[in-house]
């Protein structure tokens, strides 16, 4: 009995603990429950403000850096308009216009997009593709508003420290354009380089000795502008009226230049060197032009780094643009007039193909000319990814980006993309380059123009002549044999083009 009693005690104890465990622990999960409510409730909410608090803070910044850019571009505009021969302001004007043209790439990428948001529209499958506009997606944002707001800062920073360089500004000399010419500036305009452009200038008009001519090397890659750039200084009327005379020679015309050409007058020659030349070969020429008119110099333009030991100055480099530059660059090109807000889906898709472009200023104004002319969204599309099938297959078949191929002489590009109606599975449509794109109008082929295959507006024969002509002095023209070639595979055709470039 007392066994008995004891087993009912045992029992109730462990009934009545059992019943205050059950008890806690279900206390305590309503507790965790309730927790774990209010936190994901809380999470929520964040989410939310953070979610519409950045669009608005994004949009407010947005239009903040639309201002600033305004502010820092009326200053860098009056800054082309003057002759500016302090070099420290030039390194002013230097760091301005790089911050102008972040600040610009940063507000055309972004800017675009959220006006899109803003209508509540949804972006275009293609668009999907380009990582930036992922990004503007995936990031909520944040990511984007940090960008943003970093090139606010750097606006900012740079507006605080002009001041000065205003005030000095109003001290230069005006550039004088008449009516004609300022017509012409602003459709055929040299971008860029205006820092170049002053401190060659600046050199040019410096008093040195007048019977030891400077000279002033300008040595950049191939296709960044050197001629454009030199040409534009000489048709200044300040150099113009400063010196007597000037002289444009290739290379190869300084073997040639003799006393008989030599004149008593401040002369200016320009001399392009496609190759490398003998110290001996440039003394002589020196010796001639130092010979001629007290104040004469000389301009050396060329890829090879190596003639820069010529030059009696620092050699002036030049580069290719930096991307936001380019981009900026494509921008005006292709809109002309039109706000490219006012076209925020082309604004999204210029933006691609500028990049896929990879800096090449004789690509970015062909294209830029055919959009130009055709504001639809599906065109553009279609210049894009043509681009892009031709981009891939000659990486493809030859390992490089058309536009190193197009710097090489001798060299095979395929263009079968632009070419549907030539493309068969036996024929590859091929662009031969020659030796300086020399352009011979007395051959038979037939003559089509870049824009019209990209446009796709004509028919092509089964040969032609290929010719694209600079707008700009001194007036370039790039032309290159193309025809339709039997299809190799990608061994042969490697090894065709090995054949070709070493002929």
Request: aromatic share 10%.
């Amino acid at each position: 009995v007392k066994a008995f009693h004891i087993k009912l005690l045992v029992a109730s104890i462990l009934a009545n603990t059992h019943l205050k465990i059950v008890q806690e622990t279900s206390i305590f999960m309503d507790v965790v429950i309730s927790a774990l409510a209010s936190d994901i409730i809380s999470r929520f909410m964040s989410f939310l403000i953070s979610k519409y608090g950045n669009n608005s803070c994004l949009k407010n910044k947005l239009e903040r850096l639309q201002h600033l850019l305004l502010r820092v571009h009326m200053v860098v505009e009056e800054a082309e308009g003057r002759y500016i021969t302090n070099a420290g302001m030039l390194m002013q004007l230097k760091m301005l216009t790089e911050a102008m043209y972040k600040g610009y790439h940063v507000f055309d990428t972004y800017g675009p997009l959220e006006l899109i948001k803003e209508a509540g529209e949804v972006s275009d499958s293609y668009a999907l593709d380009f990582h930036y506009v992922r990004r503007f997606h995936l990031s909520g944002g944040t990511i984007v508003s940090r960008e943003v707001k970093s090139s606010l800062e750097n606006l900012e920073t740079v507006l605080d420290n002009l001041k000065e360089f205003v005030s000095l500004l109003n001290g230069c000399e005006r550039i004088f354009r008449n009516p004609y010419s300022t017509y012409l500036y602003i459709d055929n305009f040299m971008f860029g380089r205006q820092v170049e452009r002053q401190q060659i200038m600046s050199i040019l008009m410096l008093d040195d000795h007048p019977k030891i001519p400077a000279v002033l090397p300008i040595i950049g890659g191939c296709r960044v502008g050197k001629k454009t750039l030199v040409w534009s200084v000489c048709s200044d009327e300040r150099i113009r009226s400063y010196f007597s005379t000037i002289l444009h020679f290739g290379g190869d015309d300084i073997k040639k230049f003799d006393e008989r050409k030599v004149m008593p007058l401040k002369t200016l020659i320009t001399v392009e060197f496609i190759s490398d030349i003998s110290d001996c070969e440039w003394l002589n020429f020196y010796s001639l032009v130092a010979s001629s008119g007290n104040g004469s110099k000389v301009i050396i333009i060329s890829r090879l780094e190596k003639l820069a030991r010529f030059g009696t100055v620092n050699p002036i480099e030049l580069r290719n643009f930096s991307h936001e530059e380019y981009s900026y660059l494509f921008n005006v090109l292709a809109f002309g007039s039109s706000n490219p807000l006012d076209h925020p889906r082309l604004a999204i898709i210029g933006k691609e193909i500028a990049r896929t472009l990879q800096g090449s200023l004789v690509a970015i104004n062909i294209y830029a000319n055919v959009l130009r002319n055709n504001f639809s969204v599906p065109f553009w599309i279609r210049v894009l990814n043509l681009y892009r099938g031709m981009m891939e297959s000659n990486l493809s078949l030859y390992g490089e980006h058309p536009k190193s191929l197009l710097q090489k002489d001798g060299t095979i590009i395929d263009i079968t993309a632009f070419c549907p109606s030539l493309a068969t599975n036996s024929l590859r449509i091929t662009l031969l380059t020659g030796e300086k794109f020399k352009y011979d109008n007395k051959r038979e082929l037939p003559i089509m123009e870049f824009g019209d295959i990209i446009a796709g507006s004509v028919t092509m024969p089964m040969k032609f002549q290929l010719v694209w002509e600079s707008r700009l002095a001194p007036y370039t023209v790039i032309s290159a044999t193309c025809g339709a070639e039997e299809l190799l595979s990608t061994t042969s055709a490697r090894k065709k083009r090995k054949i070709v470039c070493t002929s």
